[in-house]
């Protein structure tokens, strides 16, 4: 094989292109007479199955026999509908074998087995062509989700972890009235939430001096969410010096500041006015 049949292979395993092309081609090579034979075979047969074994109440009468008689037409029309060139389209004269009323369990077990395996072998194409669209767009869904989990993927690493996940966290007040709130589950899943007051800020502790290059800030989203704009984004080594990175100055749902990396330990965000600081969530990365 060489390279340049690579991607044509590849792209008939997902699409199965040609092997639906021959499919098709087979498939439409019946013709009308042979089909209508094979449409009568295919119904004679869905009777029998009602017949032998109904969901309903049937007229009185032997239940064998009449499964019998249809199996054996439908062996009948399957057999004409095999054969090539079939010329009439009406019942086969002579071919069907007559009913009878001593039929039994026995009887219909054959003549089922006998006619089965030839609609079976009528039905071939269709289901050979039901087969491989399952195949292609099974296959092509896989290509999507895994086409979905290394963009998710790529995502997660280009972002990399959530530095500030777990980490102990400071904040410049604690509003008084939070832990009622929380208990009533009335905060609307705030995690931060200070009192009315000059600059109020929080401040994560990430353990160590780390690499920071991202802040995503998840805002309160039950209204006031004003409340936290302006927002400054500040980093420190040792709590004393402070440097601003980012700074929001719209009101925002979600804010995700960039700024080129730097090494910090402390991560803080501030609103430099006087106003109550309450956020959802804040990641670092």
Known sequence: MSLREIPLRIFEWFSRRAALREARAALAGVGDKREAAARQARLLFEVAEETSAPGEDLPQGSRQAAALSLYRQATEWARQASRAGTGDANPPGGQAAPGTL??????????????????????????????????????????????????????????????????????????????????????????????????????????????????????????????????????????????????????????????PARTARFVRLRVPRRSVLHLQSIAVR
Do not use: H, M
């Open 102 to 259: 001593d039929a039994g369990d026995d009887d219909v077990a054959r003549a089922r087995a006998a006619a089965e395996p030839l609609i079976r072998e009528l039905d071939a194409p269709r289901l050979r062509i039901e087969r491989l669209l399952i195949q292609r767009w099974s296959r092509l869904a896989l290509l999507g989700a895994a086409a979905l989990l290394l963009v998710i993927g790529g995502r997660i690493l280009t972002l990399g972890p959530d530095l500030a996940a777990g980490r102990p966290f400071r904040l410049s007040s604690r509003w008084s009235g939070f832990d009622a709130c929380v208990a009533r589950n009335g905060c609307n899943g705030l995690a931060y939430y200070t009192e009315t007051e000059d600059n109020p800020w929080v401040e994560i502790d990430l353990g160590a001096p780390r690499r920071v290059r991202r802040i995503d800030v998840l805002n309160r989203d039950n209204g006031a969410a004003d409340q936290a704009t302006p927002l400054v984004a500040e980093l420190s080594t040792d709590r004393a010096a402070w440097t601003e990175v980012a700074r929001s100055d719209r009101n925002f749902g979600s804010w995700k500041a960039s700024f």
